[in-house]
């Protein structure tokens, strides 16, 4: 049954634009959303002094990931204005210092690094509070042709003309108490934008008309969550659009399960309840099954399409894995080979078709960064500015290990054969000379 379904995730040729066109990497996990790069021969060695084309710094505290199309390299940011630490909030959460909030879009120029528009899109008085581990920009922005979608959760999303900088329609009434910061990222297909808002009080999906920001749909998760404990109730995760046979699914991991809708409609078409919060990774498809991870509990779940329907039995289950599971990297599957690196650093390469382990070994540091794939070799990036190079094979081989300043929360984005990084101060061009 599986070889004969069609399975495409992703649907980005929908959009407007086209990728084999010019350079691009439109949002989180690139442009297959499976953190793929079609580069062919990419930099596997460089330093702060060696092979890098362009280093530009970035104002404030944002730690999403370069979106890029074209010769424009955008990222978001914000700027705080720091108050006084009064009690503790609601929750258990310390008061915020954190008076005044900035939110921005940056376009980056990317042949010369030059900040083309610097934009200033709201000013927010006695923001929501963000934990200092998180940011107010880390949600990576959307591009597509003429148009870039800057997400900063229940503080604003907005469309950007490209090309000229002006703000075409905005969204500061979706609310949640995201009570860590926001994470989730925000994707197009076709003629529809998609948000997770997955908070402390609410949780839900919305599809919005990407013309005009006006609401399409909107779906209340409805999970029967194992505690009254909002923190429980939160998730960071990314929707991905998948097409299997003829149907297509908009599958959206949260806190205790992943719920799959109807990309046109919102309803709810399966959910699978696999426990966790705090979840961030997009799923993946390929070999004929979906990847998922959990979240805190850190369980990898390989799922059969075909039996996908209503709530998923645990005989849709093909196989898992509990042993050094990521909770806030994205999983990579690269062929028959499944690749992820755990939050305490320990990079592991298993056999996507039944989990069993071909290498587990220990990186240095720890690590919030989702791998990529380009050129045979995985990107691993960690906190403390190291990245690792691997081979994407069945043999544990280190090709490299660089090191820039500043430390990585961002993922790395391909644009050809440069790789552009973004460390908590600046954004990087990395190419041969």
Partial sequence: MRTRLFLAALAIASASFVLAAEPAWPGFRGPH??????????????????????????????????????????VTTADEVMGEKGPPMKGGAPSNPVKEASYFAVCIDRTSGKVIRDLKLRTEKNPAYCHPFNSYASPTPFVEEGRVYAHFGSHGTFCIDSTNGKVIWKRTDLKCDHFRGPGSSPVVYGDLLYL????FDEQYVIALEKATGKTKWKMDRKIKYSTDNGDFKKAYATPTLFTIGEKQYLVCPSAECTIAYDPIS????????HGGMNGSGRPVMANGLMYLNSGHTKRLIALKPEELSGAVPKSAIAWEGTKDVSSRPSLLVAGELLFMVSDTGIASCLDATNGKTHWNERLDGEFSSSPVLAGGNVYFCNQIGKIFVVKADKTFNVVAENRLEGGFMASPAFAGDELFLRTRTHLYCVGKK
């Fill in 196 to 199: 997770i808002f997955d908070g």
């Fill in 266 to 273: 919102g309803a709810e078409l399966w959910r699978l309840t």
């Fill in 33 to 74: 959303g499976n953190g793929h790069a079609d580069s062919k021969n990419p930099p596997t060695v460089w330093s702060e002094k060696e092979n890098i084309r362009w280093k530009t710094a970035i104002h404030g505290k944002g730690w999403s990931s370069p979106a890029i199309l074209g010769d424009q390299v955008w």
